[in-house]
């Protein structure tokens, strides 16, 4: 069946780095696109990666623009996020996404991120 | 930038009644990208709705979408116990953004 899951999750120091995972099973993994969104505890749904199927295109919304790399590698069917220059409010669930155009048709468990001193 | 708003933000109903969500957008989208989320406490979303109107893969009859312009409707016909949780409207949007809605609690009366 079709799984995305998640991996590398934990706790940081503000300013400090961490790489998110998400291996993917299931399906083929090249054709499509992939998004990352997180949830701040108690808060909504929070888009903040997409990366179309070639991995050319990255977007990202203005919160974490600069700061959060999306990427991928299709050889091994996973998707990465690399968050640099962490903040408390960058604290959340991350869930790795497949874009199934017009819609997040999949999502992973996710993996929790928490930026504390 | 489109802004949606969901009301009410929380909806209390019996199991068996019939709940109505609502999903406004700031300003007129193509609803081909409108979709609808369910989430319940400790799990991931899971896609409901697409195109507004078009349930996924699994989703109950009891599930149904509707709306255009501005204005859009999750309907769940008659609430199962399973039913009551977060829901929440997303627009896939141009540049490409991805934006949702603040979501509807749909708790038990």
């Known amino acids: 069946q079709v799984q995305l899951v998640e991996s590398g999750g934990g706790v940081v120091q503000p300013g400090g780095s961490l790489r998110l995972s998400c291996v993917t099973s299931?399906?083929?993994?090249?054709?499509?696109?992939m998004h990352w969104v997180r949830q701040a505890p108690g808060k909504g749904l929070e888009w903040v990666a997409f990366a179309r199927i070639d991995g050319g295109r990255e977007y990202h919304p203005d919160s974490v623009k600069g700061r959060f790399t999306i990427s991928r590698d299709n050889s091994k069917s996973t998707l990465y996020l690399q968050m640099n220059s962490l903040a408390a409010d960058d604290t959340a669930v991350y869930y790795c996404?497949?874009?199934?155009?017009?819609?997040?048709?999949?999502w992973g468990q996710g993996t929790m991120v928490t930026v504390s001193s | 930038e489109i802004v949606l708003t969901q009301s009410p933000g929380t909806l209390s109903l019996s199991p068996g009644e019939r709940a109505t969500l609502s999903c406004r957008a700031s300003?007129?989208?193509?609803?081909?990208?409108l979709a609808w989320y369910q989430q319940k406490p400790g799990q991931a979303p899971r896609l409901l709705i697409y195109g507004a109107s078009s349930r996924a893969t699994g989703v109950p009859d009891r599930f149904s979408g509707s709306g255009s312009g501005t204005d859009f409707t999750l309907t769940i016909s008659r609430l199962e116990p399973e039913d009551f949780a977060l829901y929440y409207c997303?627009?896939?949007?141009?540049?490409?953004?991805?934006?949702f809605g603040p979501g509807t609690k749909v708790d038990i009366k």
């Open positions: 300003q007129s989208v193509d609803s081909s990208f």
């Open positions: 997303q627009l896939y949007g141009s540049s490409p953004r991805f934006t």
């Open positions: 996404a497949r874009d199934g155009a017009r819609s997040m048709d999949v």
């Open positions: 299931g399906f083929t993994f090249s054709p499509y696109g």
